[in-house]
């Protein structure tokens, strides 16, 4: 299937491993030009060193979600590189996990700023250029946790939620520009994420980081964690032409493991 990225120009954030890596090198894949950006430079040049190799386009800008000043300027590297912006993919590292009496409110401060702040300031800066040309594609990586709350996820519960509502309100203002707004929500997936809570549950629960994995394999009912190429495929799709009537959605890529019917 010819997905029409070809001419496309995107910018992925927190792309240097995990999910963000897996879109970004989709969307390369597609022949789109993708702008990618993280904290960590080692990491990130890593990235994009492996998007060159698979002959794919690609600019990189050290940068954290967290401070606006830096969600700004990788909108404007990316407008400097190719002359705009078609696609944008919100993304970012999990805030810590935690009970309401474990957080402090610096917690919900930092969280509040990496997880809906970062979120509104792209999509901000992308969408005049969207909007004038009458085409654009925001997809924001959210989680099951905005469907189904986590146990002992209190901050991504309760701010992966403020971000479907944000996507979803700002879906409705821009429809008639040619602007899709959609969130993705990745379940149990291989990545450095998951190992990172299966340590905390294997450290609070006095158990084993298999333990915990097994526990949800278990909930899954396809038996098994998720591979981060398995939601960039449908990220790539929802960035497509072929996606252009799919708005104001969130789609989950669980495994089945979400157990409403909506």
Known sequence: MDLGLGNKVAVVAAASKGLGRAIAEELAAEGAAVVICARG????????????????EVRSVVADVAVPADVTRVVGEAIRAFGRVDILVTNSGGPKPGRVETLTP????HAARVLLTSAVGFAQAV????????????????SIAAKQPVNNLMLSNSLRAAVTAFARTLANEVAAD???????????????????????????????????VGRWEREIPMGRLGEPRELAALAAFLASERASFITAQSIAVDGGWIRGLF
């Open 127 to 142: 969408l005049p250029g969207m909007r004038e040309r009458r085409w654009g594609r925001i997809i924001n990586i959210t």
């Open 178 to 212: 040619g602007v899709t707004v959609n969130n993705l929500m990745p379940g149990y997936t291989r990545t450095e994420r998951v190992v990172e809570l299966s340590e905390h549950i294997a450290e609070t629960e006095h158990t084993t980081v298999e333990a915990a």
């Open 41 to 56: 430079r080692e990491a990130l040049e890593a990235a994009a060193d492996q998007i060159r190799r698979a002959g794919g």
């Open 106 to 109: 610096a917690d919900w401060d």
